[in-house]
């Protein structure tokens, strides 16, 4: 194996045998004319790709695409069916936090334990005891059996074991995900250190802004078939297609990246994709989203909302949206009658149905013209993402006053979801993006 690189996986195919009865195996196994009783499942097929020294690399997809079955066949956890997988260098994995440990010791002995099946010697592990205790913060728990921590417990010293021993190469199938917001933002601290001293990191995680963030470069699987692979933020929009069902929409792309090099021509793909689908009448822009449909509508049938859309910064029409970026909601109304003055509303709720934010074309003093029968609006309500990483519901309606009375003439509550992706949330509901200055004196002074 080249030695630039830590990781290397070459057509890497696992296949499951599958039966409908546990009968059937024995059936096949016994069967003196090599009848099959099985249906092949392939959790990966044909999976290729290489991590070099000192590089953060991500795999993302959507559930069931191999994501942690390639990562237990890296780990030697798994055997894959063809193919192989080398590694070069010394592996700490984080894929069952504490997989590993043996509940009737102590927290000290499975530190030990565990440090001698990663290749340590005592004396090695003596020298990162005191570190990895430091990290766990479990205080004289860690002298107790395992069997008889906290869930909490339990994770502090999994990870700070995993994190602790200077691995050459770090693996972390989701660990981050565990543990209360503080000991997660000291995990990610810790793997930023070991990231900038030149561990090697393969990570899977489904936070979207983690991997942003942290990846020099990402793999994105579907179903365990190699999709793409590249700049965190265009495989991220790829991704977010995958979830938004937009299928055909991702195959032009990657025939597009097939038939250019590299990165470098990404912004002016999506943007051409963008015009394609939205100008060259490419279809609804609803059916490019996770759309609810057992939303609520009503109105008195003189407007209808036919068309709306989530747009995220790069042009891409997604229910995903990156916190502290630019987005728009685009909604298209056809009119079956005259209205003098009508008014074009969005709102964002949360799940418990609080209304967070929201504005109309009256608030923002948008120059509205009166409309006659077959008309049409396009409008669209451009501004930044603010809100905390989350979950959140996103109404819109066509309204208007005649004379005292608000009318209402087309409005759905609920009609799609919106997804924030955020690595960096403060407290509340929304983000105030703060600056902070803070400045150190001396005691005494001032």
Known sequence: MPGEYAI???????????????????????NPFHKNYHRDFYALSHISF???????????GTNGSGKSTILKIITG???????????????????????GFNMDYTGIENIYMNGTMMGFSRKEMDGKLQDILDFADIGDFVYQ???????????????????NVDPEILIVDEALSVGDVFFQAKCYRRMEEIRKNGTTILMVTHDMGSIIKYCDRVVLLNKGEFVAEGAPGRMVDMYKKILAGQMDSLKEELEEMNDFSGDSVSG??????????????????????????????????RAEIFDFGLEDQRGNLSNLILKGEMFTIREKIRFYADIKAPIFTYTIKDKKGTSLTGTNTMYEGADIKPVKNGDMYEVSFTQKMTLQGGEYLLSMSCTGFEGEEHVVYHRLYDVASITVISNKNTVG????????????????EG
Do not use: W
């Open 77 to 99: 956890v798994l055997t894959p069916t063809t193919g192989t997988a080398k590694v070069d260098g010394v592996i700490s994995a984080l894929l069952e936090l504490g997989a």
């Open 268 to 301: 002016g793909l999506e943007e051409k994709a963008f015009k394609k689908e939205e100008i060259h009448g490419g279809g609804l822009m609803k059916d490019k989203i996770a759309v609810n449909a057992n939303r609520t509508e009503y109105g008195d049938g």
């Open 8 to 30: 290397d996986v070459r057509d890497v195919t696992k296949i499951y045998k599958l039966y409908d009865k546990p009968i059937d195996r024995l059936k096949e196994s016994l």
């Open 50 to 60: 290489q991590v070099k020294k000192g590089e953060t690399v991500g795999i993302i």
């Open 429 to 444: 509901v929304y983000d105030m993006e703060s600056t902070v200055e803070a400045k150190l004196t001396k005691g005494g």
């Open 145 to 163: 059996p395992v069997k008889t921590y906290s869930s909490g417990m339990f994770v502090r010293l999994a990870f700070a074991l995993a994190i």
